[in-house]
């Protein structure tokens, strides 16, 4: 199965073209994830137009969750608002344990970010996946 992962801009950008891309992905069967969540000024527009699977969390809000609140105020009302809508939701940026924490305990399930790994080429990703997984 394959994710298409698609930015609010985009979306802002190209919103007919948009639609009828991910609707036609949708019909094969891929997943549809928004990135940057919570970037853009039409996050909950978006959310109801388009027939997204999850978000993710932008990592200018999941850097700062442990030392701005404002952030805070940000990420956790995104994880509930995910969670009443049936979706799933990824943080990105995680770069420690401590923020992994946090996450987790605002019901956060999946996390990305430099604290697991940089970004590898395809071959270097599977060899990290067998040594460390």
């Not at 995104?78 to 049936?86: F, G």
């Not at 987790?104 to 604290?115: I, L, S």
Request: glycine residues 6%.
């Amino acid at each position: 199965m394959h994710k298409i992962a698609v930015t609010e801009t985009l979306l802002i950008d190209e919103l007919g073209h948009a639609r009828q891309i991910l609707s036609t992905s949708r019909n094969q069967g891929s997943l549809l994830s928004l990135d940057d969540f919570g970037t853009g000024y039409r996050s909950l527009t978006h959310l109801q137009k388009f027939p997204v699977d999850d978000i993710k969390i932008d990592k200018s809000f999941v850097r700062s969750v442990l030392s701005d609140h404002g952030s805070r105020y940000i990420v956790k009302p995104s994880i509930v608002l995910a969670e009443a809508m049936d979706l799933e939701v990824v943080a990105e940026g995680v770069e420690s344990r401590e923020e992994i924490r946090e996450l987790v305990d605002m019901h956060c399930c999946y996390c990305q970010g430099y604290y697991f790994a940089k970004p590898l080429p395809p071959a270097e990703a599977i060899e990290y996946l067998r040594q460390n997984c």
